[in-house]
């Protein structure tokens, strides 16, 4: 099988570095030549170029450009791809993906891998980013079976753990548990750094400690990634953060009413809630609609 | 000097050791005799008992039981202090103590070392336990100026930080960046947990990875010290969690309205705040109220 990766960074070159190892011929896109010639020198690609002619013989394609960047680079390569290809992308956000995506090539299917490090880029790109993290296939109705299952069997050679789920149920669940945080977060810091009193403002800044360091770690995160996670996951965020702040409605009332009793049992329920989210997971047991990897379908 | 300490735990006993590495002569009192025995048995104290008569002779006298025993304790300790006695407490909220105590013990002045470790009670007790950790003291326009530089005196001697201000900024300034994290993240652990889609909230448990972790950690942390903040803290942390929602809502609006750029610029300007208050401090230039130790003043 020959793969395609378009978007040489940390998650495509450590795909590249991934798929070699097991013997796989990858063909690697990047709008830099010199990030073709890194990714070649660091063996992430059997060969790259800045022309996408260079995937008119891939069997499977993996998108990883920026999610503001995936129009723009289906449009330069949908007109290169052999019929069958398979197309699959590793966007944090799916919904929206897919609706850009599946119109254009039925042979698509979301896919998202939970890897990530502080550094980007081909350099930080290696070997072991995939394993024992999650990585989440968003089929749909139309999504061809042989395509979920081709996608299935390359992300379970990664060491991934592998989920499916509709598209907008990631984006729920990701709006959940990594977008709402970031604005809670960050309106955390707001609040505090908006103090009327500057006397109040200087204290809480000397004060802080460990409990406002990690409640505030990822509201003073990358600007930019905060963004895209607004802008392309709204929907969900917007539903997420409603929620939230009726859970902060429902604790300011009771604050108001003084029900110490019922304030201490809210705090019970969610001490006692957040093992399930924070403990170690086991693997997923296999979905039902997921066939053993059958070696080689392709 | 003598000095009194009702409450033989952590703090309680902490400070014991401390004081008594530098000559002061310690007298504890502790509602379990057992523990009489083990804060003698460790060097925390030259004698203790369960009777408050033992601090006749003490020149300065630390409160350290739980808040909420504080004016049974009071009701027990006065009637034992010879006139000139200095009160002070350590407890993590101010202005409602304040109010509580000074009535009855004009020679009084609260205090909050912001110290202490998961483990709990006299064993856990230990040198250096304050060492390099703010201690505010919040002396009121009545409160005598001999009080003030005995206690901070005394606290400066623990290699603690000192800091002054008001009962009220004490309070507002402790509410923004440690009780307010404690809801904030509650607040998130519930509304991810009381998700209504029970295929979305499985996999965001399964999903759930740094960003959730440190965001929840005060979440989920101990509920009766949660209940206590806003019991205690009620006023200022109603001010805070209002002026949170403000910001939740701004947030929440700006979505709404695709207000990409705002939310851009909202997230960049909580980045850029966020280091003034997790990044080292300086220590506090001494406050002008505030006379240089003399030495044995009392």
């Known amino acids: 099988m020959i793969v395609g990766i378009v978007g040489l960074g940390l998650i495509g070159g450590s795909l590249g570095l991934e798929l070699r190892s097991q013997g796989y011929r990858v063909l690697g896109v990047s709008r830099q030549a010199a990030t073709c010639e890194r990714a070649m020198a660091r063996g992430a690609v059997d060969g790259a170029a800045v022309d996408y002619g260079i995937l008119a013989s891939a069997d499977l394609v993996f998108l990883c450009p920026p999610i503001g960047a995936i129009p723009a680079t289906l449009t330069q390569l949908l007109p290169h791809l052999q019929p069958q290809a398979i197309l699959t992308d590793v966007g944090s956000v799916k919904a929206s993906i897919v609706e850009a995506i599946a119109p254009h090539w039925p042979r698509f299917i979301g896919g998202h891998p939970m890897a990530g490090t502080a550094d980007q880029g081909i350099e930080a790109a290696h070997l072991g980013l995939f394993r024992d993290a999650p990585y989440i296939l968003t089929p749909t109705a139309t999504t061809p079976p042989d395509c979920v299952e081709a996608v299935a069997e390359v992300v379970q050679s990664l060491g991934s753990h ?137």
Chains 1, 2 share one sequence.
């Open 162 to 298: 592998l989920y499916t789920c509709s598209p907008t149920e990631h984006d729920q669940a990701v709006a959940a548990i990594s977008h709402l945080p970031v604005f809670v977060s960050a309106a955390l810091i707001a609040s505090c750094d908006q103090e009327p009193n500057p006397k109040v403002r200087e204290l809480a800044q000397q004060f802080a400690s460990s409990g406002f360091r990690d409640t505030s770690r990822v509201g003073g995160g990358n600007p930019e990634l905060g963004r895209m996670m607004a802008q392309y996951n709204a929907t969900a965020l917007g539903r997420s953060l409603r929620a939230y702040r009726d859970r902060l409605d429902h604790l300011i009332t009771q604050l108001e009413q003084q029900n110490w009793d019922h304030l201490e049992a809210f705090l019970t329920a969610t001490a006692a809630a957040r093992p399930a989210y924070v403990a170690p997971h086991p693997p997923p047991s296999p979905p039902t609609d997921q066939p053993s990897p059958t070696g080689g379908s392709l």
